[in-house]
């Protein structure tokens, strides 16, 4: 575990240094004209109750607020219509989306007339796998739905708050097998490393969903922030990193005799659609209250106070109240990182998007980890090897629990007049 610990050690440390955000003066975003093919991601932030391991942007749902959100996130889709974007998929993700499905179809029908659409995915959670969610998402075009399970365990359900609102296992279970075969990917989300969780009932977690066969299965680490750490430690157990590989290794091993990996994480029959989409596109637009863009090297961030948010839409202006032009190292490190999590990159593609050389930039970091053995090099592709999958999981999570501090320091801040240097 040593060299994994350092490895989070300096992905720990970069993320701090990369994720400060400052104040932005300025609420414009580049023209979108001859950009290339970009993913609209749509932040819907309510949800029916808070689960205390979810470090996103979302509050509990109020039907009043909730719908003059939808009507402000329409208005922000045809604003990115007027700069000039167009986008080729679409991913909606919160929160709980499908909680006002009027709303969220209206909002998509939009975005498909405006935009040469080919790709939709939406999350949701178990108990709004029904036959009037389904037709609704299926009038709509939508081809992959997510399904938020986090585990099958009662017992875990239970103390992670989602027996009461989602069923037991066994009704979870019963409403997965009524969702195949309704989407051309059904994707089941799951979660490893929670306090009090074991490699036993992983074990049973992962057999139930080969038993159903279920087109992809996306198996994240908990990537808990400072603050999230703290709720979990009151309501469910301490958070600990040390059964983590041993986890990941479980699920791999067992995922791997019908699955393949899609990305470190991601374990996909046939085609099925992957949601990462920070690996299938160069660049994405995030749109909605607390969501994070990246576009034409520059990282920016949304209002993460919905009233504000309501606001400056009304005013005509984007929502956009940080943000940050990455140099040309940075944006290789990103890309880097990103590629090599779908496993592989292809570093001349890399030097001609970036109009620098990729190698000159990365190679201590190439170095390492061909040292380390987590990659190979074949002609111009570097490709991740089975020993360092475990690594990227590691970087990603580090990554995305720094995302997720932001989050929660942009969220403490809401209601002063601006945010301050992140971390």
């Known amino acids: 575990m040593l060299i994994e610990r350092f490895i989070g050690h300096i992905a720990r440390k970069k993320n701090t240094s990369y994720l400060q955000f400052s104040p932005s003066a300025s609420t414009s975003l580049p023209a979108g004209q001859g950009r290339v093919p970009l993913l609209m991601y749509v932040h819907v932030p309510f949800c029916e109750e808070l689960c205390p391991y979810c470090s996103f942007n979302r509050i509990v749902f109020q039907e009043n607020l909730a719908r003059s959100y939808f009507q402000a996130l329409r208005t922000e889709v045809e604003m990115y219509k007027r700069q000039g974007y167009d986008f080729a998929a679409v991913y909606v993700g919160g929160?709980?989306?499908?909680?006002?499905?009027?709303?969220?179809?209206?909002?998509?029908?939009?975005?498909?007339?405006?935009?040469?659409?080919?790709?939709?995915?939406?999350?949701?959670?178990?108990?709004?796998?029904?036959?009037?969610?389904?037709?609704?998402?299926?009038?709509?075009?939508?081809n992959r739905l997510s399904v938020g399970v986090q585990t099958l365990d009662d017992t875990l359900l239970k103390a992670i708050g989602r027996y009461h609102k989602y069923g037991s296992a066994a009704e979870i279970i019963g409403r997965l097998r009524s969702a195949q075969g309704?989407?051309?990917?059904?994707?089941?989300?799951?979660?490893?490393?929670?306090?009090?969780?074991?490699?036993?009932?992983?074990?049973?977690?992962?057999?139930?969903l080969m038993g159903l066969g279920v087109d992809q299965i996306t198996y994240y680490p908990l990537?808990?922030?400072?603050?999230?750490?703290?709720?979990?430690?009151?309501?469910?157990?301490?958070?600990?990193?040390?059964?983590?590989?041993?986890?990941?290794?479980?699920?791999?091993?067992?995922?791997?005799?019908?699955?393949?990996?899609?990305?470190?994480?991601?374990?996909?029959?046939?085609?099925?659609?992957?949601?990462?989409?920070?690996?299938?596109?160069?660049e994405y637009a995030g749109l909605g209250s607390g969501s994070i863009g990246y576009l034409d090297g520059t990282v920016y961030a949304n209002t993460f106070d919905i009233p504000d948010y309501i606001r400056r839409i009304q005013n005509g202006s984007f929502p956009l109240v940080a943000k940050k032009v990455c140099p040309p190292k940075e944006r290789l490190r990103y890309d880097f990182l990103m590629k090599?999590?779908?496993?592989?990159?292809?570093?001349?593609?890399?030097?001609?998007?970036?109009?620098?050389?990729?190698?000159?930039?990365?190679?201590?970091?190439?170095?390492?980890?061909?040292?380390?053995?987590?990659?190979?090099?074949?002609?111009?592709?570097?490709?991740l090897t089975e020993k360092g999958r475990y690594y990227w999981v590691v970087m990603m999570r580090e990554f995305f629990i720094g995302v997720n501090n932001f989050r929660d320091y942009c969220r403490s801040k809401i209601g002063a007049s601006s945010a301050s240097t992140v971390l």
């Open 95 to 142: 929160g709980t989306p499908t909680l006002l499905m009027d709303e969220l179809t209206v909002t998509l029908q939009l975005i498909k007339r405006l935009f040469p659409i080919k790709e939709i995915s939406v999350e949701t959670n178990p108990n709004h796998l029904t036959p009037s969610h389904f037709k609704a998402l299926q009038e709509v075009g939508v």
């Open 182 to 208: 309704q989407f051309d990917t059904l994707n089941v989300d799951m979660m490893f490393n929670f306090p009090t969780q074991t490699r036993e009932g992983l074990e049973r977690d992962v057999a139930t």
């Open 223 to 282: 990537m808990a922030s400072e603050y999230t750490r703290e709720v979990m430690s009151r309501k469910v157990g301490i958070v600990d990193d040390r059964n983590e590989k041993v986890f990941y290794n479980t699920i791999s091993r067992l995922l791997s005799t019908e699955y393949s990996l899609s990305t470190a994480w991601c374990f996909s029959r046939n085609d099925a659609m992957i949601d990462e989409y920070v690996v299938n596109f160069e």
């Open 340 to 383: 090599l999590f779908g496993l592989e990159l292809d570093l001349k593609a890399l030097t001609k998007k970036n109009g620098v050389s990729a190698y000159r930039y990365l190679w201590p970091e190439i170095l390492f980890f061909r040292l380390t053995g987590a990659l190979t090099k074949q002609g111009d592709k570097l490709l």
